[in-house]
């Protein structure tokens, strides 16, 4: 019965960052201020004298949202795998104990 528990336990799935990867924040914040400006680019005024008579609000939109999707397919493409098993700093008997602030003696 050990030899399951042990097989069961080395092909368990890997724990991912998931949403709190920092990529994700990134891309969908991206992703949401391309939306607004490619919006504003599209249904605004266009006011090109004073663009040089590009739609910056829509361009800018656009390219928003093509970084915003590669931050979003980077995270999804080689996700961040949290490890199961580590080891905590306090384990390790080669790193010296903290040392306590003593309050000033009055």
Do not use: C
Not at 5 to 28: C, E, M, Q, S, Y
Not at 70 to 85: E, K, M, Q, T
Not at 90 to 103: C, E, G, L, S, Y
């Amino acid at each position: 019965m050990s030899d399951t528990t042990d097989t069961n336990a080395t092909t368990a799935t890997p724990h991912k960052a998931g949403l709190f990867d920092v990529r994700n924040i990134i891309g969908a914040l991206m992703a949401v201020y391309g939306v607004i400006l490619t919006l504003a680019g599209l249904l605004g005024e266009h006011e090109p004298e004073k663009t040089g008579g590009v739609n910056a609000n829509l361009w800018t939109g656009l390219a928003l949202l093509v970084v915003g999707a590669f931050f979003i397919g980077w995270a999804r493409l080689r996700p961040i795998v949290v490890p199961s098993d580590f080891d905590r700093p306090d384990d390790d008997p080669t790193r010296p104990a903290p040392q306590r602030k003593r309050p000033p003696a009055h």
